[in-house]
């Protein structure tokens, strides 16, 4: 939800911030980041890049 009724301090807004960020590079790290690595070193295997 997206609130546009009052203003919130720094603290506030990094306690409120902070989960969702983890939960984005928990996200990103599970779902990405292995396949891409794997596709990084076949590849680079494949060209003789290594």
Same mark, same amino acid.
């Given at each position: 939800m997206?609130?546009?009724?009052?203003?919130?301090?720094?603290?506030?807004?990094?306690? !409120?911030?902070?989960? /969702? $960020?983890?939960?984005?590079?928990? &996200? !990103?790290?599970?779902? /990405? $980041?292995?396949e891409?690595?794997a &596709?990084?070193?076949?590849?680079?295997?494949?060209?003789?890049?290594?």
């Amino acid at each position: 939800m997206i609130r546009m009724d009052y203003d919130i301090s720094d603290e506030d807004f990094e306690e !409120v911030n902070q989960p /969702f $960020i983890e939960d984005i590079h928990q &996200y !990103v790290r599970n779902n /990405f $980041i292995f396949e891409y690595l794997a &596709y990084y070193i076949a590849t680079g295997y494949r060209n003789d890049a290594l």
